[in-house]
Structures are given as C-alpha cells and as structure tokens.
C-alpha cells in the first residue's frame, strides 16, 4: 500500500481556509456541499455557508427549540428543484426548509423515529430522497429510497447481520449521485454497485480484485456486533472489509474505509490503486489526500482539516510539488485556533 499521495496524479489543486470568528466556527464537519458561488459546511451542530473563497456568508438556522432551530442536524441536502437547503434533525424529526441566503421558508413535520437512524441523504427530485442508514440491532436498512410526500422509504438493501444493541453507521459517504445513477458500496464488500434511480434496481457494476478474503452471504448472515470492532477483528484475520465512502468524478471512484485506507479507481481502465490515508506529520513531502467529503461540478474531490492538526506538520525542507507548495503556503497562514481549511484536488484523467 502506497503512502497518503506518493505517486498520486493530481492536475490542479487549491486550498481555502475558513473564515473564523464568534459566529462561524465550525467544529466536526460531516459534510460540504458547494451550491453555485457557496461552499456549505454541515456539522452536528452547525450549518455554515461561506464563499469559494472561505469568507464567512450565513448561518442555516441554528440550534435550540425555536422556529428554524434543530436539536442535532442529522444530515442536510440541497433540493435542486425547489433551490432551498433541507437540514434535517433526527431527534425531532423535522426537515427545515432555508433559501439560500439562509432564510427559513418551512417546516416539514414526519411521524416519530422517521429519520431516528438516518445518516446522510441526498435528494433524487420529486420528493424522493436516497438515505443511507445507521444498523441497530435487526434494523438493517443500509440504504433506501425514501418518498417525502407518502412518508415511507423502500429499502434499496439490508445488511444480513446485525448489531449487538448499539447504533452503527455503514459509512460517512457510502454513495455518490451522479445523473440518474447512485454509486454505492455495501459492508464487507469489494464491488461498486450502481442504485438507477428510474427502475429503483441495484446492480455490481465494478470489481475491486483483492489477495484478502470476501465474506460470503452466508457468514455476512452470522454477523451480530457490526461495528468497529468487529471491523478490527476482520481486519486483524485477513478479511476485505471493505469501503465505508465513495465519491466520483468524471474519470474515477475514489473509496475510502474509514480513516485508515482510501483507493482511486481509473473508471475506463479498471486501475486501482491503493494509498494508506494516515499522514507522516514530521515530514510532508508530498501532497496528501485528507478527510474527503465531498465533490463539485468542476470535477474536483474536497477534502478538509482541522487548523490545530495542519499546525502540528512539517513539510519537507525542499518541496518539489507545486501543489504541496500551495498547501504550505495556506498552512503558513493559519493559527490553531483558527477553523478549518478546505482542500480542492482534480486528478488526471
């Protein structure tokens, strides 16, 4: 396995730290979506939007118990039909509607423990929603195809095993939309699998080859303590765990498991190749992928991380990569203190 970004052909590359102050820090970013001009940044506690160029714009609502306020945000999606930011909380199952300027246009009300297991979301139009779901114990819904309007979702598939009494994600970003077409990965598995969004099928679409084991159906069956020990203990057997995120851009998939490992894959040519995704702080001498949240209509990855953890880098005494240069400079910039920044890769296709 490669080391984070050996190797790595990486065509343009920029990096916007984000603004900081009282009223927009930002702590735990679960999410980035860029809309036009904004970048909006997603956390439990906290929905932000700041500019391309990381200047501070708005606040989508914020926490409490009041008109337009949420308790715990769950996930958030932009519903490109209507234009508006839908931020759901979990805990009092709403979904709150904001114009993009941050306004609170509605209030949407479900019935009690509809989004209790939601992770992430992303809007298919015409009130659908594709969902990708937390386990606990028996209840497997890993993804499904969820319908506003009639207040019920399809499962799109089940984990055959279960949970020992704990809540456990399957993945930060286990699907990526695109078109008519969601790229998924599934627990313990080593293919892509593409949901259409018009026939509501799931199909394998591509094959990650691998030395380790695959669990079969049948063991997948007997499993009941998913989690993240059991994912240790796999691991620690020489078991293929699989990819808990996927993101695509025009030429590739890119997969990550977690914060251990992450794999690009050449979507014509059928290349992987994979890269360990832990940074070696003391020397940085080439650009690293990190914490890979989402994608753009320009074609790039965006990654992030927190000021205090760039702070503790050092980058190696001669640079050859421009782009590293980039990321030194922006690093230069900063103080722990300070919020995030973001990291915009475009690889070569």
């Known amino acids: 396995m490669r080391k984070n970004g050996d190797g790595l052909a990486v065509e343009a590359f920029f990096a916007v730290p984000l603004q900081s102050g009282a009223q927009c820090m930002v702590e735990g970013i679960k999410k980035i ?30 926490r409490g118990n009041g008109e337009g306020e949420y308790i715990k945000v769950s996930t958030a999606y932009w519903d490109k039909s209507t234009r508006t ?61 969820f319908d ?18 704990t809540q456990e994600y399957t993945g930060r970003h286990p699907f ?8 998924c990965v599934l627990p313990f598995d080593n293919r892509i699998y593409v949901y259409s969004t018009e026939d509501m099928s ?5 094959e990650v080859l691998t030395r380790q084991s695959v669990l079969a159906e049948e063991q997948l069956v007997e499993i009941e303590d998913y ?16 990819f808990t995120d996927i993101f695509e851009t025009s030429g590739h998939y890119l997969l990550g498991f977690s914060n251990l490992y992450y794999a690009v894959a050449d979507k014509v040519a059928g290349r992987v190749k994979r890269y360990g995704y832990g940074v070696d702080k003391e020397n940085v001498d080439c650009l690293p992928l990190v914490n890979i949240l989402s994608t ?40 722990e203190e300070d919020n995030p920044c973001l990291f915009f890769y475009k690889l070569k296709r």
């Not at 990526?176 to 790229?183: R, V, Y």
């Not at 799931?202 to 591509?206: D, I, K, T």
Request: net charge negative; with cysteine; hydrophobic share 40%.
């Open 33 to 62: 979506i860029p809309v036009d001009s904004l970048l909006i940044v997603v956390s439990e506690r906290s929905v932000l939007a700041f500019d391309r160029s990381g200047h501070y714009i708005c606040n989508f609502g914020q």
């Open 85 to 145: 930011l839908r931020v759901i909380d979990g805990i009092r199952n709403r979904a709150l509607v904001y114009a993009q300027n941050g306004k609170l246009l509605d209030t949407l009300f479900f019935p009690p423990a509809t989004f209790s297991l939601l992770g992430t979301a992303e809007s298919l139009g015409r009130h659908r929603l594709f969902c990708a779901n937390y386990i606990y114990n028996d209840q497997n819904v890993v993804m499904s195809d």
């Open 148 to 165: 506003m309007s009639k207040e019920e979702g399809e499962p799109v598939y089940r984990f055959p095993g279960q949970t020992d009494n």
């Open 176 to 183: 990526a939309l695109s078109g008519n077409e969601i790229a």
């Open 202 to 206: 799931l199909q394998p679409r591509m």
């Open 227 to 242: 989690g993240i020990n059991r994912y240790a203990e796999e691991l620690s057997r020489g078991v293929f765990v699989g």
């Open 296 to 335: 753009d209509n320009d074609d790039y990855l965006i990654g992030y991380e927190n000021a205090f953890d760039l702070k503790s880098w050092r980058f190696a005494d001669s640079i050859q990569d421009r782009h590293l240069r980039v990321m030194e400079r922006a690093v230069s910039t900063m103080a």
